[in-house]
């Protein structure tokens, strides 16, 4: 079955710092990856996607991903967190349907000054 | 460019009541795709759609229902709503209808928060 876990529910960071926000997932084939983030009362902004070979994706404000096979990880991180990254991240796998994808249940990060 | 656009932003209803959601997708764009997010989880996905065809559906009761007009805007139907309906009901599009291997991103909206009482 396809699945996604997303194990950390919130993540706190001062600013400045480096941030990582973990997501496992499950799936038969090939993943297909993505990053999304979420602020207040908005809906889902697409951040990155995993691409297939590239171990490190780099993606929009600074946001990289790094993909480890052999973990089944695919790990949002950022050199210097900003108090303006504060968010619900989510992380998404393509489903068994084409226009389906699958939803971690979402990391809360709050990045303190 | 406008982005994905859905209305009404804000919704009350009733047990029981019918409920019509509308979004209309980033111009060029041909598929869309509809997500329940309920408080403090993901989103799932309820409905694809694309050439007004229904693509895909998820886990959803069938008072779930939905369609695609010719100019690729859609509409998510929601009969007899119940209690456990009230969420945050997403849309999102994509250029074309997505395979199972695409890494093809989709593009959200901001949703329309329905409540019920």
């Known amino acids: 079955a396809q699945s996604v876990a997303q194990p950390e529910d919130q993540v706190n960071v001062a600013e400045g710092n480096p941030l990582t926000v973990k997501c496992t997932y499950s799936?038969?084939?090939?993943?297909?990856l993505f990053w999304y983030v979420q602020y207040p009362n908005r809906g889902l902004q697409f951040l990155l996607k995993?691409?297939?070979?590239?171990?490190l994706v780099k993606g929009s404000y600074g946001f990289e991903a790094e993909f480890n096979k052999s973990q089944t990880s695919f790990h949002l991180k950022k050199p210097s967190a900003l108090v303006s990254d504060s968010a619900l991240y989510f992380c998404?796998?393509?489903?068994?349907?084409?226009?389906?994808?699958?939803f971690g249940q979402g990391t809360e990060l709050s990045v303190k000054p | 460019d406008a982005g994905v656009t859905q209305s009404p932003t804000h919704l009350i209803k009733t047990r029981g009541q019918q409920v019509t959601l509308r979004c209309s997708p980033i111009?060029?764009?041909?598929?869309v795709s509809w997500y329940q997010q309920v408080l403090g989880q993901g989103p799932q996905f309820i409905f694809q759609?694309?050439?007004?065809?229904?693509?895909g559906r998820g886990n959803f009761p069938d008072r779930f229902s939905a369609r695609q007009f010719p100019n690729y805007s859609s509409e998510l139907n929601v009969n007899a709503l119940l209690l456990g309906d009230s969420a945050l009901y997403l849309c999102?599009?994509?250029?074309?209808?997505?395979?199972?291997?695409?890494?093809?991103?989709?593009?959200f909206g901001d949703g329309t928060r329905l409540s019920i009482l």
């Open positions: 999102a599009s994509s250029l074309e209808v997505e395979s199972v291997t695409s890494n093809q991103p989709q593009h």
């Open positions: 799936v038969s084939g090939n993943p297909y």
């Open positions: 995993y691409i297939t070979g590239d171990n």
């Open positions: 998404a796998l393509r489903g068994n349907q084409g226009g389906k994808l699958i």
């Open positions: 111009s060029g764009h041909k598929s």
């Open positions: 759609y694309y050439e007004k065809e229904e693509r």
